[in-house]
């Protein structure tokens, strides 16, 4: 089972590296979506695979890599912004 490793840089300087883990997905809401993203206090985050090989890149709360998955969520916050001025 591929296991990946979260490297995150606060705005103040500090970093944290977090324990390796095998979900993708609930780390990269939590790093985009989350209180301390909402708060503006997450730089960088970078996602690394054992090979430390960057797969997910996110800048504040953003996914700048892989290109794709930036542009997904950019497409999915517009329906979200969208549906939510409808009502």
Known sequence: ???FTTHI???SGDTHKEEPITDLGPTITRLCEGPAAVMGIIK???IV????????????R????????GIQQREYRRALK????QK
């Open 49 to 60: 695979d054992q090979m430390d090989r960057i797969c997910v890149e996110i800048k504040g």
């Open 62 to 69: 953003n996914i700048v890599y892989p290109v794709k998955l």
């Open 1 to 3: 089972m591929e296991t």
């Open 9 to 11: 840089t606060f705005t």
């Open 82 to 85: 969208a549906q939510k001025n």
């Open 44 to 46: 960088r985050a970078v």
